[in-house]
């Protein structure tokens, strides 16, 4: 599985993004594998649209990318803790880390480069 950061998202959405171009061929290149999103992340996808009025066509591209949410366990704030404790990510970046954690060590696709190494030092893959 790769779990997505909204910064993938985000630009891919966007055509305007700096990173539109590149998001939109990491998804393609990603086609067939399973992508997955920790519910913070799709939260912040969605808020763009939702101050646009285009939260039902954003929800709609996240249905046909087949993102699943990747549901935090109950024990999720003290694991996020940690991880904002050893990383000093914002608690965002950290819900990323916990999710692709979650996920069995999914792959962690974005384009920040602090999450990017927080993710190395993790153990995990990155694709960005």
Known sequence: MIVLDASVLIAHFESTDAHHARATQLLTDAADEPLGASPLTLAEVLVGPARTGKLDAARTAIRELEIASIALADDAPAGLAELRAST?????????????????????????????????????????
């Open 88 to 128: 000093r990510l914002r608690l965002p970046d950290c819900c990323v880390l916990l999710a692709a954690g979650t996920a069995g060590g999914a792959e962690v696709a974005t384009f920040d480069d602090r999450l990017a190494a927080a993710a190395v030092d993790l153990g995990l893959r990155v694709r960005n």
